[in-house]
């Protein structure tokens, strides 16, 4: 059974950092690509950022780029999201999903259940 | 970055009618459009990609239409569990990929 599970997430002050991880199983991780995706609270869903199969190339939101660094680890199967220089509006419920399609057309088939974090003082 | 918008807001429907969503694209997405369902406490399900296919295990109470930049989800006979949260997400020109802020589904 194909599973996506986030954790790292919780309660950190403005300007400081967190690391989310997603564990995948049930699929050829190389094969595809990962993303993460948040929703603030009472609030619609905003794409963050992805990594492609290989690890090769990576995405940003201009929210979060200079900020956030997505990564992946083959052996652990696992994608990172490490957070720096977080701000009030980072608050949201963090999930990752997996991309399907092709020729450049992706979409997301399967998500995790996600993971919280709050940026406050 | 493409805008999506969705329409209603809010849709109140009794089980057993038809639900017909919206989703609009601010440029054309061709048919590189697909359809989640978001449930408390559940994870984000795929619906539909394609603008017209049905992921895999999705009752076939659910179809997609449209293309360009108009889109429609239809829900042929609202069933209790389909009482949701209805996102579109446009996956035709990324980075970044861009939703539609929800259509909600609730009882009549």
């Known amino acids: 059974e194909l599973q996506l599970l986030e954790s790292g997430g919780g309660l950190v002050q403005p300007g400081g950092s967190l690391r989310l991880s997603c564990a995948a199983s049930?699929?050829?991780?190389?094969?595809?690509?990962i993303s993460w995706v948040r929703q603030a609270p009472g609030r619609g869903l905003e794409w963050v950022s992805g990594v492609s199969g290989s690890g090769a190339s990576t995405y940003y939101a201009d929210s979060v780029k200079g900020r956030f660094t997505i990564s992946r680890d083959k052996s652990k199967k696992t994608v990172y999201l490490q957070m720096n220089s977080l701000r009030a509006e980072d608050t949201a419920v963090y999930y990752c999903a997996k991309l399907d399609g092709s020729w450049g057309y992706l979409y997301f088939d399967y998500w995790g259940r996600g993971t919280p974090v709050t940026v406050s003082s | 970055e493409i805008v999506m918008t969705q329409s209603p807001a809010t849709l109140s429907v009794s089980p057993g009618e038809r639900a017909t969503l919206s989703c609009r694209a601010s440029q054309s997405v061709s048919s590189n459009l697909a359809w989640y369902q978001q449930k408390p406490g559940q994870a984000l399900r795929l619906l539909i990609y394609?603008?017209?296919t049905r992921a895999t295990g999705i009752p076939g109470r659910f179809s997609g239409s449209g293309s360009g930049t108009d889109f429609t989800l239809t829900i042929s006979s609202l069933q209790s569990e389909d009482f949701a949260v209805y996102y579109c997400l446009q996956y035709d020109k990324w980075p970044p990929f861009t939703f539609g802020p929800g259509t909600k589904v609730d009882s009549k």
């Open positions: 394609g603008a017209s």
């Open positions: 049930g699929f050829t991780f190389s094969s595809y690509d």
